[in-house]
């Protein structure tokens, strides 16, 4: 007994030697710390810093870095990890560097006993399009290098439409379902992962469109009739939370009806359009008010990036006949004015609309002639109305413009007036004489 004793006595001899050691150690090791970091970052990249004990959040922030400097926000997961999210899109072809200076991290004084540093540059941005034809109809993507377009959606699966995110991660698209409704399905930028992800059952679910943060989609739902020989409901705007899964009807009032919806940049106000009442109306998540605009058009919205403004098309009837105007809504002075076509001669037809986010400067497609059906694209400062055309090509017409999140590039749908249908994925950037055809698709969209 007594020989167990001393064994036992050795043991934990061994055992409390060893726990000094390893705090000794860890002490002198000091605190230590890993970011989860892509091997090239998305615009908008969430960086997230994990610690291996609590810290104290003002010393870590004082400690952390980023050269080129970026404005951004922090937040605390718990207390060993936080994330850094830029108010603005790293920039492309820049080096970045995030780094954590040594220094106090904990009100018991644990230390970062060394520099820690990442390295960090942008993704090249890719184009999403909806390709048709042999039967199938699948979303593809493709870089403006040369290199050759990937499938994003499964064989098998015909989507009827798409919407990429903003941080380019992912797409929401409609796909029929064997009840003839229609549900909606996601898959990442990678195109490996395609799954349902809204059931519609015999409902028609259709225009999905993603907030610019990535947690909710907006879309249009038709219910099913009573009985299958009845036609389906009117479209209502719909929210489907995807942290969550709540999904509900944005107006409780089923006489509201809506399609093609659209988000304001700060991720907060909802438009749409009622093409029974003649009228956009827009509705504020955060506070639950209603706006409504007249427009007898249905043509798209477009935001300031400010989500203080927005742009829309409508109407008028004039002694000459109809007049298209393009319209301003000024939200924080409550106030709608006309931008254009108030005293036109001729009727130009506005229509396309996009509004650079990084830019005062909207794009705007019209018909410079009324002999002909042929949209051109304008880029212009609203607040001058003076500016260039981008976009011009003899026998073409031009729609759906969309920026790229530096406001440096637009990507659009072109295609020929006369002969075999043949639609044209086009883009520009500052300083081209004329637009570039990446190829041939449809609803072209950045997947940056």
């Not at 699966?157 to 903003?166: E, G, H, L, Q, R």
Request: hydrophobic share 40%; with cysteine; aromatic share 10%.
């Amino acid at each position: 007994m007594k020989n167990f004793d001393k064994a036992a006595l050795g043991v934990l001899l061994v055992l409390v030697l060893a726990l000094a050691v390893t705090i000794l150690l860890g002490s002198q090791a000091g605190v230590r710390v890993s970011a989860t970091l892509p091997e090239r970052i998305a615009p908008f990249q969430k960086i997230t810093l994990t610690f291996s004990e609590p810290v104290n959040p003002q010393m870590a922030e004082a400690l952390l870095d980023i050269q080129p400097a970026v404005d951004g926000r922090i937040e605390w997961l718990d207390s060993r990890s936080l994330t850094f999210s830029p108010s603005r899109p790293f920039e492309l072809a820049t080096d970045y560097r995030l780094s954590l200076r040594p220094g106090i991290l904990t009100d018991d004084g644990a230390e970062l006993k060394r520099e820690h540093s990442w390295q960090m540059k942008v993704r090249d941005p890719l184009v999403a399009f909806l390709q048709t034809g042999d039967g199938e109809s699948a979303v593809w993507a493709i870089g403006l290098d040369g290199e050759p377009a990937r499938r994003l959606t499964p064989e098998g699966v015909k989507v009827i439409s798409f919407n990429a995110s903003s941080d380019g991660e992912f797409i929401i698209f409609p796909v029929a379902n064997e009840k003839a409704g229609i549900d909606l399905w996601r898959v990442s930028r990678s195109g490996i992962d395609a799954a349902l992800l809204l059931d519609c059952g015999l409902d028609r679910c259709t225009m999905p469109a993603i907030a610019p943060n990535g947690l909710r989609i907006t879309y249009s739902r038709e219910a099913a009739g009573p009985s299958p020989d009845l036609p389906f409901g009117s479209p209502r705007i719909w929210v489907l939370d995807l942290q969550s899964g709540s999904n509900n009807a944005v107006y409780a009032d089923q006489q509201i009806l809506g399609y093609g919806p659209a988000w304001s940049p700060d991720s907060q106000k909802v438009t749409s359009y009622d093409g029974l009442a003649d009228q956009i109306r827009m509705f504020d998540l955060a506070t639950s008010q209603q706006f409504v605009f007249p427009s007898n058009t249905g043509g798209p919205v477009t935001w300031s990036a400010d989500s203080a403004k927005f742009m829309f098309t409508d109407i008028q009837q004039r002694e000459n006949g109809l007049h298209t105007r393009v319209r301003l809504a000024d939200l924080s002075l409550n106030d709608t004015t006309t931008l254009l076509g108030e005293n036109d001669e001729i009727d130009y037809s506005y229509y396309s609309l996009a509004w650079s986010p990084a830019e005062y400067e909207v794009v705007l497609g019209f018909r410079k002639s009324e002999d002909s059906p042929a949209q051109v694209f304008w880029l212009f400062d609203p607040g001058i109305l003076d500016g260039i055309i981008i976009a011009d090509e003899e026998g073409y017409t031009y729609n759906q413009p969309s920026w790229n999140p530096w406001g440096s590039a637009l990507v659009f749908q072109q295609f020929k007036l006369k002969g075999k249908f043949k639609p044209e994925i086009g883009v520009w950037e500052s300083g081209m004489s004329a637009p570039l055809v990446l190829g041939e698709g449809l609803n072209p969209q950045w997947l940056p």
